[in-house]
């Protein structure tokens, strides 16, 4: 297609400058900043109302909840410190566009007299439509002295949960020094049933006095929810 004529430009008329500074216009820019300030400030208006995660649906499912404890260490239990880290997981995904859906955002479980709780769970992952799936866990052993964050996967449902185990273990690794690897020898549910790419985030070891002090820290929960947030960023960014 041959390119179009570029338009004639007009004479430029005389004896008006191109901007014209009046007292009015200063004071109007000034309010309307004050007025923008005000409303941001006030959270009317979101600061990142669109971020990288737009059109994206992201599926957490913290473990456990309600009279099931997971885990127990000396102070914590699995499922409190998993509802944490996936309710700072999730706040990172909506401030970056995407829509999150949970199986629980308190302490409970989804049991029923209709549904069994993996039966709810498996139901709202489904129904979700999410992109990806993440199961938050933390794991327990006789051996006091195991530890280390671990990423599982099932790639027989999607060939993508294994690269998506690998880029968050390899941020885990990164920031939290964990020596183990990712595994697909799990027999979890939200791994059977996802036909997307999912995997099942072990957070460390609430049977390791150390590592339970760090699970229950407010500051370390940040940190492995950002692990979480930047592999899955980079994954999508892939994809």
């Known amino acids: 297609m041959g390119m179009r004529r570029a338009r004639r430009r007009r004479g430029r008329r005389k004896g008006r400058p191109l901007f014209v500074v ?3 216009s200063v004071l109007g820019v000034l309010a ?3 007025l923008i300030s005000i409303i941001v400030s006030k959270g009317v208006i979101p600061v990142t109302a669109v971020g990288p995660l737009k059109g994206y649906a992201i599926f ?6 309600g009279i099931d404890p997971g885990a127990c260490g000396i102070t914590y239990t699995e499922k409190d410190i998993v509802l944490k880290v996936a309710l700072l997981l999730g706040a990172r995904f909506e401030q970056s566009g995407a829509k999150v859906v ?3 955002t308190g302490d409970c479980d989804l049991e029923s007299s209709d549904v069994s709780d ?3 769970r498996i139901g709202l992952m489904k129904e ?3 992109t990806i799936a993440l199961s938050i866990h933390c794991n327990a052993f006789t051996d006091s002295y195991e530890t280390g964050a671990q990423v599982f996967y099932n790639a027989t449902k999607h060939p993508g949960s294994k690269k998506l185990a690998q880029l968050i273990q390899d941020e885990l690794v ?5 020596e183990r690897e990712i595994s697909a020898r799990l027999d979890h549910f939200i791994l059977n049933h996802a036909e997307i790419p999912a995997v099942t985030v072990e957070l460390g070891f609430l049977s390791n006095p150390g590592e339970e ?3 229950g820290s407010a500051k370390y929960q940040q940190e492995l929810a950002s692990c979480i947030y930047e592999a899955v960023l980079a994954f999508l960014a892939s994809e």
């Open 22 to 24: 009046t007292l009015r």
């Open 60 to 65: 957490i499912d913290p473990g456990h909840g």
């Open 102 to 104: 949970y199986t629980r």
């Open 128 to 130: 979700s439509k999410a």
């Open 213 to 215: 002090n760090l699970l």
């Open 118 to 120: 993996v039966e709810a």
């Open 174 to 178: 990164r920031s939290t020094g964990t």
């Open 32 to 34: 309307a900043s004050l």
